[in-house]
């Protein structure tokens, strides 16, 4: 098996780049709804009930595209399926 | 089989970064959609059940994006149908 | 056969970064559809019924797109025509 | 017969890629023209009629530049005349 | 086993690039949240309290992102599940 310890060394780096990259755009999206929600209530603080309502929906659903890189990460460094045919 | 190594190897790799490369314009995509949508609550208040009923379902259209690239993702980690020629 | 193993392989890796880049663009179109439509809503709430459809049979074809490479791509994974010659 | 393998290789890997990069633009292309067309609908509601034709004439001619790129590569995948050559 | 000290030194190196880039794009998202936030409550200091309600939430949820990066570089560092494959 001398292929297992490039196998463990290319997982790891590709881990902590994907993730890092990963949460690079979603970040920015976070940043701008948060920006414009914060704009939003000061122009219409009476509003604030839908603001807030809107943008925690919105958060959730941009959380969740990070999410899906995390869990990719994670059953790639705890349990490869692939890993299997390596090991055999 | 000598090549199965290099064949998990590949598929870890490539699902990392697919994902993550994937994630990234959808994210984008929302954070758009979600600022301009507390922009236009704050400017239009009463308008507050059409915009939202917009806002949503364009962003499950977009959260569809990303889903389709996560499916693919996953079919190649855990079942990859292409596999079996290598493993006979 | 030496060569199905590197054709698993290169499949594999380009149906993951083929779904990824297909995906980016058709997610950015929608937000840039989506925006603007609530933008419209807010500007003019009594068109929303003109305005709703508009946004959704346009959604409904830039999705189309997205379609046509997840499409592609599961035929190339789960189907591939051209693997028959390689098999026989 | 060498070289069949490598051209199953490379019409697969093409394939995919092809779809992914000619979906890109018409996604982008839609994007302006839906959300040009939205709003033109907000600020002139009562010519809702030729906007809408001209909008979907517009996608319609759009779309077709992807469907070319879809048509192409279905034909490269399950029924490319170029084959005919290697396999005699 | 020749290639611990490889694994050893691209594991070291990936973590510190890969939360450098990780913490990268949240840094902006949370920049821009606050200059707005601030911005916000110079226009409208009597609704300090929804304002600083919502940036909190959001910067924490922009935090998380970042979080994650640093969770997988700390599981990377102190207890790689990829590890044992290697010292067995």
Do not use: C, H, K
Request: charged residues 10%; proline residues 5%.
């Amino acid at each position: 098996m001398p292929d297992l310890s490039t196998f463990t060394l290319a997982s790891t780096v590709a881990a902590v780049f994907g993730v890092s990259l990963g949460v690079m755009m979603p970040a920015i999206a976070m940043g701008w709804a948060i920006s414009r929600a914060l704009d939003a209530l000061s122009r219409q603080p009476e509003a604030e009930r839908s603001i807030m309502r809107t943008l925690f929906i919105g958060l959730a659903m941009i959380e969740s595209l990070a999410i899906y890189v995390l869990v990719i990460v994670l059953i790639i460094l705890f349990r490869n399926p692939l890993l299997e045919y390596l090991t055999q």
